[in-house]
Structure formats: C-alpha cells, structure tokens
C-alpha cells in the first residue's frame, strides 16, 4: 500500500471531517480544530495521502515554546490501520519540530488506550508523568466555608506561589509541566504573572491555581499548588468559584498521586489516568 507525507491543505478538510468525526464515544475534536490548526503559524498538519491522493491519515505538531514541541490529534482512517502511515506522520512531525528549534516532543494519551500506548513506545517515546483528569458537575447553589474562598492573587504574591509550588510534590511528580488544555509543556514563573494580569490566578488558605473559561459554561485548571492536607479545601473552594461564574462544568487536571486521586474521587467525580510522553530530539 503506497502513500506519501505531506503538509494538508484547506481542501482536505471535507474529508478529514468525514472519517474523524466519529473515532470516540464522544466524538473526536479533530473537525472542530482542524480549520484553525491549518491557520496556525506556529503548527503544521501533516497528512498520509494514498495514490489517489486522497488524506487517509492526519497529526498535528506545534511549539509550545522554542524547544518544546507537542504532537497530537494522530488519527488514521479505519481502513488504513497498521499501514505504517501512524509512525511515518509522528516522524515527520518530530523532525518538524526539530527544525523549529524543538529539543523534545511530548505528546499524551489516556492509560486504557492500550493500542495508542503500544504505539506510542515503539516510536522511542517514555512516559515522563501521569496525570488524572477529572469533569466535576457544577451545583449552582454551593458554597464553601469562608477561608477556602478563592481570590484573585496580588502581583507581590506570585513569587510565593511559584516557590512554594516548586518545592512541592505537585511539581516533582508532574515534572514541572503545566497543563494547557489537552498540552502539557514546562511551566515558567512567567505564567502566574501573567495569569496574575488576567485575574486567573487565584488563591485561599488551601493554596493556588491557576484557572480559565474556554467555553461559557466550563472552567479548566491549568496549575495548582497544594498539599494532602489542604487539597479538599482548594477544591471546595474551585467548585464555589465555578458556581459564583455560572458555569456547569469544570475540568481538573493533576498529577497522579493517591491524594489527588482520592481528592478527586471524593468530590464527585471519576478520574482517567493520563499518560504524559516525551522524546528528546
């Protein structure tokens, strides 16, 4: 079966929707993201053509800052797997990233997704953390005790939250990444400063976090600073937050240990491991 790598165009797109809209129960974001991904100056699409020249298989890599890139949405038409097309994108992708200055790739896949996990060895890349991730229903009527009462963090208090964190189990387990939506790259003190510009840092008695709302109707964590012993309040003080701005979901993001396990699990929701790779380049 012959194919050949290429970087896909705008006039691929109908036919990428219409073998990648169904790949999980839920969907897949492949479609939704596509139009913008091929917009981007800082990614590149790259797709497996056949001999009709038809794509039959896509990924996208992007930089996530000058020396890490990240690559994702690898998806393969169903009657194309284990055509080798999966490993001749991610080499592409990581040679890419290479070009742009790019000294690992990283990439990240759920626990359970025994093929992809198997795959994703093979090509060289290790696991480098594990997270858990986990959607908490909102109730529109909680309300926590005064003291876990997030506010928004003081430029002066950055600083702080950045040392503590360092020093913390949270940063040695999850190697010092940050979690950007489904992107995991270094963190930087940078990014609290600037989540102090734009009042998503936010603290209580329980610690730090770092949130935003990239839809009307759910908030995401990006960074969190806590210990075993005050996790459960941070977390009752993200649910008031949430209920405060109205949303109906929010989407937690943690390094895997069996405190935020638990944490997780006794706020009502049913955390997935997620497996963080990387591969020096």
Request: with cysteine; proline share 4%.
């Amino acid at each position: 079966m012959g194919f050949t790598v290429r970087s896909a165009r705008s006039e691929d797109i109908d036919s990428i929707v219409s073998w990648t809209t169904d790949t999980f129960e839920w969907g897949d974001y492949v479609p939704e993201r596509l139009p913008g991904w091929l917009e981007s100056d800082i990614s590149e699409v790259l797709v497996c053509v056949d001999e009709e020249g038809d794509p039959k298989a896509i990924a996208h890599v992007t930089m996530l800052s000058a020396t890490e890139g990240w690559m994702e949405g690898a998806r393969v038409h169903p009657d194309y797997r284990r055509s080798g097309m999966g490993t001749a994108l991610n080499r592409a992708g990581v040679a890419w990233a290479r070009e742009q200055g790019a000294r690992v790739v990283r990439l990240a896949t759920e626990r359970d997704n025994e093929a992809a996990n198997s795959q994703v060895k093979g090509l060289g890349y290790r696991v480098v953390s594990s997270w858990i991730h986990a959607e908490l229903t909102i109730d529109a009527n909680h309300r926590c005790d005064e003291r876990f009462k997030l506010r928004r963090v003081p430029g002066s208090d950055a600083s702080a939250a950045w040392l503590f964190w360092a020093a913390g189990d949270l940063s040695l387990s999850g190697r010092e990444l940050i979690a950007i939506g489904w992107q995991w790259r270094t963190a930087r003190p940078e990014d609290l400063t600037a989540a102090v510009a734009t009042g998503n840092l936010l603290q209580s008695t329980a610690g730090w976090v770092i949130v935003d709302q990239p839809a009307a109707d759910w908030l995401r964590t990006a960074w969190v600073a806590t210990t075993p012993d005050d996790i459960l309040g941070l977390l009752d003080g993200l649910l008031d937050h949430a209920a405060e701005r109205g949303v109906e979901g929010m989407d937690v993001k943690l390094p895997n240990l069996p405190w935020t396990l638990e944490a997780l699990t006794r706020a009502g929701s049913e955390p997935r491991e997620v497996l963080v790779y990387a591969l020096a380049v």
